[in-house]
Structures are given as structure tokens and as C-alpha cells.
């Protein structure tokens, strides 16, 4: 079983709906949580950086975190063709152990 | 702030020829880097973790004598692919942490290199 799993898509809506993005985790140690787009041939983006259980919103994005659940989500408002790209989560627990990367979502906002 | 610059951003080589990749800091000192190996619709491995001033620690699996890595100045760390073969073909990604912040700080990342072996 992978430490993070992540449905890779692709993930296909139309310009103005509501994306919801997920990964689910299997270590109750990850504290730090990580959503990053990645347009095609392009180096990661940070998107969204939460910490334990709860919600944080930044703009049209939102990171929801449910450790209990072990599972977190990203949601896109209003999308736009300009969203199109594809979403990494990461996770990582306190100190210096590395950063585990979910495999991504495709995401296509079509116009 | 907090921008990685990578160069080249693609290269072609022949096999068995070798090939260096740069990260660079560019408005901030980096102590810690990152490399990491992207194949297709896959999520980044991470190969090596890069120290200013001493030898880099390898995940493993990830041969050290085949990817040399030299982080000799708090804004570069180089990757160098020797006696590349077509399986070496892929995204190199490096990320820098930025000296001072802590080791839960996120990462930021270069814009990639595709390593193409013909």
C-alpha cells in the first residue's frame, strides 16, 4: 500500500464549477499538509500549506484536512481554463523526514 | 521570493555521454536541496538530498556514482548524470530550502529538466 494515494484522472469540468480534489494517507504521523500544481513541463507550484486537522482558504482555494479520515481535499471555486494543470498533494511529519507526493490529478477546466 | 532557477530546462545527450544540470537560489541562501525524478503521470521520487559543504545522502536504490551531486556554495547545486543510457530518460526536479527555515517548511521547487537519451 502507498503511504499516499491519489486518483490521477483525469478530472474533466466545465469553466465555473467546483473541483474537489482528494488524497488519502495511510501514516498518522504526517502533520504537514501540501497541495501543488503542476502545468505541463513545469516544476511543481505550492499552492496550499496546512498543518494538522481543519480548513484554510486562500483566494478560489480551499484545503480541508481530516486526520482522522486520513484524507485530504482541495477544492477549486469558479474554475477557470487557466486551472488546468495537474494537482500534487504532499505530506511530511515533524522534523526531517522527507516530503511524500500523492502521483497527481490531471485536472481539464474546459472553456 | 523563493525562486529556483534550473538549467537546461531540456537536453538531449547520446548514451553514454554525461550531462549536468544546475539548481540555483535565486533571492535566497539554500543550504538544503533537493533532487527529485519524475516519470510520466507519476508522482516526484525523491533520488538525493544535497548539503552545502558535504557529500549528498541518497535514497534508496538511487546509484551515487551514477548521479554525482556537488552543492559547493549556498546557491547552486549541480546533478550530473554520468554514462547516461535511455533508461535515465526523465523530469529532474531540484527544490531548495531556504537556510534558517525549518525542516517543515514547504518546498520550493525549479521548473524541471527533460533529460532525453537517445
Known amino acids: 500500500q502507498k503511504e499516499v494515494e491519489q486518483d490521477p484522472g483525469p478530472l474533466s469540468v466545465p469553466e465555473g464549477a467546483i473541483v474537489s480534489l482528494n488524497c488519502t494517507y495511510s501514516n498518522s504521523a504526517f502533520q504537514y499538509f501540501m497541495w501543488y500544481r503542476q502545468y505541463s513541463r513545469k516544476g511543481p507550484e505550492l499552492l496550499m500549506y496546512?498543518?494538522?486537522?481543519g480548513n484554510k482558504e486562500d483566494g478560489r482555494f480551499t484545503a480541508q484536512v481530516d486526520k482522522s479520515s486520513k484524507y485530504i481535499s482541495l477544492f477549486i471555486r469558479d474554475s477557470q481554463p487557466s486551472d488546468s494543470a495537474t494537482y500534487l498533494c504532499a505530506m511530511r511529519g515533524t522534523g526531517g523526514f522527507k516530503t511524500i507526493f500523492g502521483a497527481g490529478t490531471r485536472l481539464f477546466v474546459k472553456a | 521570493g523563493a525562486v529556483v532557477s534550473q538549467h537546461p530546462s531540456w537536453v538531449i545527450c547520446k548514451s553514454g555521454t554525461s550531462v549536468k544540470i544546475e539548481c540555483r537560489s535565486l533571492d535566497f541562501q539554500a543550504t538544503t536541496m533537493f533532487w527529485y525524478r519524475q516519470f510520466p503521470k507519476q508522482s516526484l521520487m525523491l533520488m538525493a538530498t544535497?548539503?552545502?559543504?558535504?557529500?549528498?545522502?541518497?535514497e534508496q536504490g538511487v546509484e551515487k556514482d551514477k548521479f554525482l551531486i556537488n552543492h559547493a556554495s549556498l546557491t547552486l547545486s549541480t546533478l550530473t548524470v554520468t554514462s547516461a543510457h535511455p533508461e535515465d530518460s526523465s523530469f529532474y526536479i531540484c527544490s531548495a530550502r531556504e537556510t534558517g527555515q525549518d525542516y517543515n517548511s514547504p518546498l520550493h521547487f525549479g521548473n524541471g529538466t527533460r533529460l532525453t537519451v537517445t
Open positions: 496546512t498543518y494538522s486537522s
Open positions: 544535497s548539503n552545502e559543504g558535504s557529500k549528498a545522502t541518497y
